[in-house]
């Protein structure tokens, strides 16, 4: 299972883009709810989460991703379960994508520490402890980061690429014409 953290000021972009792919991958992806069933986006879109943040489990969990957006990420930073999902994903070896400013919620737990990463380029100093590349995706271990919204799909084929394999993204890409 792929778990894509909403919370309200989420980027809408950065969220759904990755999981349209990992959809058209057939991989099992769910949006959940940090702030309720109802989402708003930082542009003020509602969105319906398939799952509140009560109604998720670690049984078969592959990867969670954090979109970026303003104030999405103080709000995903801030919630208590997140955090622990977050915590979990690093003790059992899984996969962690962010996304815009979302990286600087791995970076403030000192997790990409000695890592290649990147972000929006705002939040840069947030990343000092990181090997900071500016744009892209880049992945390093089982963390994915991307800079922003322009790269949503490379980001959301990067997903796809370590939880299928690199032909699935690269069917995916054609498909869309990316």
């Known amino acids: 299972m792929i778990y894509v953290f909403l919370a309200d000021g989420f980027e809408i972009i950065e969220a759904l883009a990755p999981v349209d792919m990992l959809q058209r991958a057939k991989l099992n992806v769910k949006t959940v709810g940090v702030t309720g069933k109802s989402v708003k986006s930082s542009g003020g879109i509602e969105v319906t989460a398939d799952l509140e943040l009560n109604d998720i489990k670690t049984d078969d969990l592959q990867m969670i991703i954090l979109p970026g957006g303003m104030p999405g ?29 979302a990286p ?61 394999d690199i032909q699935t993204a690269q069917s995916i890409k054609k498909a869309i014409q990316a």
């Not at 995903?76 to 996969?95: G, K, P, R, S, W």
């Not at 919620?105 to 972000?119: D, E, M, P, Q």
């Open 104 to 164: 600087s919620i791995l970076a403030h737990k000192g997790l990409l520490k000695g890592k290649t990463a990147t972000c929006f380029p705002s939040f840069a100093d947030d990343l000092k402890e990181a090997n900071y590349v500016a744009g892209g995706v880049r992945t390093d271990g089982k963390f994915i980061t991307a800079a922003g919204a322009g790269v949503c799909i490379d980001f959301g084929l990067k997903c796809v690429e370590v939880l299928s």
């Open 73 to 101: 990420t103080l709000n995903l930073e801030a919630n208590e379960t997140v955090q622990q999902y977050i915590d979990y994903c690093v003790q059992n070896n899984l996969y962690i994508a962010s996304i815009c400013a």
